[in-house]
């Protein structure tokens, strides 16, 4: 079990650091494909290197914790019904192709400057900051049998959802500016809890 936090928290701590501000500036800086394939190349990356923790967890002997009630499964559902919405009211709001570095790379091949980063408060991000880590919280707490492994995976990657989001809002203030912090002020952070206005 060990191994499997080293494995978690490394996953984490690389995916955090590369996609940090000075990295994603010294490869601007670079230029070329450094600048055009800088979120592709990390989209790849924390693909690649999440499918062996995944695997090695998987290949761990569980023990399930407990047999949960009927209501408790119900709890279960309902967040997996709040995953589904935050998923695709999130990808219906954000720009996938800029998302996985698609777009930036064809921006690249084509020569063309990327476009400057627009703030987005329409669609669910009128009622939630930040559909896709609410979406992930919610999936992990929703996902059924809880079992020892899958309860460490589960507090390591809720912790990362929350700090990367936290992480995520500075970036936005340091991008945005007052408009951005107005809308912080007026919009809830992971679930949609109060009514935007």
């Known amino acids: 079990m060990g191994l499997l936090i080293v494995l978690w928290v ?9 996609i940090t501000t000075a990295v994603r500036r010294w490869c601007e800086q670079r230029g070329g494909w450094w600048h055009g394939g800088y979120r592709l190349a990390y989209t790849a990356i924390s693909l690649v290197t999440l499918v062996p923790v995944v695997w090695y967890g998987q290949s761990l002997p569980q023990a399930v914790l407990f047999d949960p009630p009927l209501w408790f499964r119900a709890v279960q559902g309902l967040l997996l019904v709040i995953a589904l919405v935050l998923f695709i009211g999130g990808a ?26 627009v703030l987005h408060t329409g669609g669910i991000l009128a009622r939630v900051r930040h559909p896709w880590y609410g979406g992930g919280l919610a999936l992990l707490w929703g996902l059924p049998e809880l079992t020892d492994v ?34 912080r002020r007026r919009v809830p952070m992971f679930f949609p809890w109060k009514r935007g206005r």
């Open 10 to 18: 490394g996953w984490c701590g690389l995916h955090s650091l590369l």
């Open 92 to 117: 219906r709001a954000h720009d996938l192709g800029g998302f996985l570095g698609l777009r930036q790379w064809r921006d690249h091949r084509a020569g063309r400057e990327p476009e400057e980063p």
């Open 150 to 183: 899958s309860l460490v995976t589960r507090l390591i990657l809720s912790a990362y959802l929350v700090i990367g989001a936290r992480l995520e809002e500075r970036k936005l203030i340091e991008r945005y500016g007052e408009p951005y912090r107005a809308y």
